[in-house]
Structure formats: C-alpha cells, structure tokens
C-alpha cells in the first residue's frame, strides 16, 4: 500500500501568520496532489506535480498559497499571510503512473 | 468541463439494510475514470473502487457492488447487509486520465444505525 504522512496534522495560527504544510510521501509515485476539503467548497485540487514539476495549478486561490516539491519524497504548501477562510482540511495524495491516488490523513488547519 | 453529482446529502439505514448510494457524473471525455472514496469519521480518504469508462462490467466486492451505466452517465454503489462500521462520507470522483485531477461530488453521509 502507498503511504503518505503528512505535517503537522492540526494547526491553529492567527490571521497573517505564515502556514507551512508538509507531505512526505513513502512509497513510489509519480505524481503528488494538493487537496482542500471546506464544508463550503468540498474537495477540491489546489495543484498537483508529476515527476516534481507542477503540472496543473489552477485550483491555488491566490497568490497566498504556493506549493513546492523539491524531491520526490517532500512536498511543502504555504499560506502567506493567512486569512481565516483558508480555514480546511488539507490532503496530500500520491499515485504511480496507472494507479488510483492515495490520501494522506490530512492537516486540519484553523485560522483565527 | 467535468461534474460528479451526488443527489443524497444523508442516508439513513437500519444495520442489515441494503442501501444504495447514487452518483450521476458530466464530462465530455470519451475515456475516464471514475473512483469511489470512503472517509470515515477519523477523516482520512480511503480509496474503494476504480472502474474505466470502456469497461462497463459491475463489480463485486463482498458487501460491496458497483454497478457502471455509461448510457445513464452513471456509478452507483450499494452496500449490501450494511453495518455500523460503514457508517461515513461516502464520494463519488471523476477523472479524465490516469495522474490527473479528481472531481469530487459533494459526498453522502450515510448512518447505519444497530
């Protein structure tokens, strides 16, 4: 089974503090996923990467997320500055060429 | 563009109950796939089932069936003597390739209740 572990799994921070969210995935994949799930907005793809190159970013709100993946085996998204509708749960997922995504358990963030 | 619709917010069921979970979805792919995710009340997304658009053969997974209508745009999932341990968000998902991205429908909340 692919395993990812995201960082850290709650988060609490006040508007216009920055946020960092890590995923380290471990197992082999070729792609890495963004997700946010808001009772608001549901699931939804912020960006995702194949092979450490963003591919397809166009869910990102704004400026004040950016993702980044310098390895295969770590991927960082950062709010900044943080807005109190940035409040989600963030997902990690991963997936091999062929193969369904597979979801990390997620950062719970809360922006005051 | 791609859409999953989910018409049932909530499902109520009493244990040993079958039930049905509805997915209708959109696209204008002419290959895709489509997933099904279960998130339990821990959160964490655990991957079900996926099916190809050119193979329209239901599935059988113990309690669990998945039947695929391509002709009604649908992917319906029913779980069969349901338990309280299948108490979760049940999502229906659309994607056009493989490493692509998933459209999430807007999930049903099913309850088994003893």
């Known amino acids: 089974d692919a395993g990812v572990i995201q960082s850290p799994r709650h988060e609490v921070t006040e508007m216009g503090q920055e946020v960092t969210l890590r995923c380290k995935p471990i197992s082999g994949h070729d792609y890495l996923f963004w997700y946010r799930q808001t009772m608001m907005r549901g699931l939804e793809l912020l960006i995702y990467?194949?092979?450490?190159?963003?591919?397809?970013d166009s869910g990102m709100p704004e400026d004040r997320f950016s993702a980044k993946m310098p390895n295969a085996s770590f991927s960082t998204l950062k709010i900044q500055p943080s807005e109190p509708r940035d409040s989600a749960v963030y997902f990690c997922a991963i997936a091999a060429v062929g193969e369904e995504q597979y979801f990390g358990p997620g950062t719970r963030l809360t922006v005051t | 563009a791609q859409k999953v619709t989910q018409a049932q917010t909530e499902i109520s069921v009493v244990e040993k109950e079958d039930v049905t979970l509805d997915c209708v979805y959109e696209?204008?792919?002419?290959?895709?796939?489509l997933f099904w995710y279960k998130q339990p009340p821990s959160g964490e997304l655990v991957f079900l089932i996926r099916r190809n658009s050119f193979d329209e053969q239901n599935e059988i997974s113990g309690r669990y069936s998945w039947n695929f209508q391509k002709s009604t745009s649908s992917f319906n999932f029913t779980i069969t003597a349901s338990q309280v341990v299948d108490s979760a968000v049940y999502f229906c998902?659309?994607?056009?390739?493989?490493?692509?991205?998933?459209?999430f429908g807007e999930g049903t909340q099913l309850t088994v209740n003893p």
């Open positions: 998902a659309l994607s056009p390739r493989w490493g692509s991205r998933l459209t």
């Open positions: 990467f194949n092979n450490n190159v963003p591919i397809d």
């Open positions: 696209t204008r792919d002419t290959t895709y796939y």
